[in-house]
């Protein structure tokens, strides 16, 4: 079983949906949540960060963690075809003295006008 | 300011051949960090690099090998190269090791080993 499960995808949905992306994980260890976006042929960019359960919003982003069932969930308001890319999820965990950093497999959604 | 840039952005290699990546981080950064991407794996860690030392290393075979310059920039060498080893090669900056939360990445170097 992987420390980090993520539905690949596709994803497809119309342009103003709300999207619900989503990750489970098994480590309690892990201390900080992330969310990327990596669109064709680029490096993931980092969209939203948080360290504690509940949600944090930003803009039309809202990234929601859920500690005690050990999910995190990526929405996504108002979507646009720009939003079209991968989303990886991916936590943190002190391990050995350093950070490790454990990402989802990523999603791909397409947002279609 | 200008991004993490890589080079080369695509290469193809075969079977046995080495291959050698290179990594400019962001002005400023001092910590490296490698990962490959793959359809079935994922983006997996391959190692951390500040001040010219490797302080963190994944679960990849000692063909992986990595070092950082006196001006931050890191290039990572694969040796005796096997199909499995085409995928995205991401290279990462940011300041401080460990800084997982912002770290920056490139856009990869896309090796295909035939």
């Known amino acids: 079983q992987k420390e980090v499960e993520q539905d690949p995808g596709p994803l497809s949905v119309p342009e103003g949906a709300i999207v619900s992306l989503n990750c489970t994980y098994s480590?309690?260890?892990?201390?900080?949540f992330m969310w990327y976006r990596q669109y064709s042929r680029k490096g993931p960019e980092l969209l939203m960060y948080t360290y504690s359960s509940g949600n944090k919003e930003d803009g039309r982003f809202t990234a929601q963690v859920d500690k005690s069932s050990k999910y995190i969930s990526l929405f996504i308001r108002d979507s646009q075809p720009s939003d079209s890319a991968t989303y990886l999820c991916a936590m943190s965990v002190r391990s050995g003295g350093y950070n490790k950093l454990i990402f989802g497999a990523g999603t791909r959604l397409a947002v279609h006008p | 300011k200008a991004g993490v840039t890589q080079t080369p952005r695509y290469l193809i290699k075969t079977r046995g051949q080495q291959v050698t990546l290179s990594c400019s981080p962001i002005?400023?950064?001092?910590?490296v960090s490698w990962y490959q991407q793959t359809p079935g794996q994922g983006l997996q860690f391959l190692f951390e690099y500040f001040s010219e030392t490797q302080r963190n290393k994944g679960n990849f075979p000692g063909r992986f090998s990595g070092r950082q310059f006196s001006n931050s920039r890191s290039e990572m060498n694969v040796s005796t190269l096997e199909l499995g080893d085409s995928a995205l090669y991401l290279c990462a900056s940011s300041l401080e090791p460990g800084l997982t939360d912002t770290q920056y990445f490139g856009p990869g170097t896309r090796l295909t080993v035939l």
């Open positions: 002005s400023g950064h001092r910590s």
């Open positions: 480590n309690s260890a892990f201390q900080y």
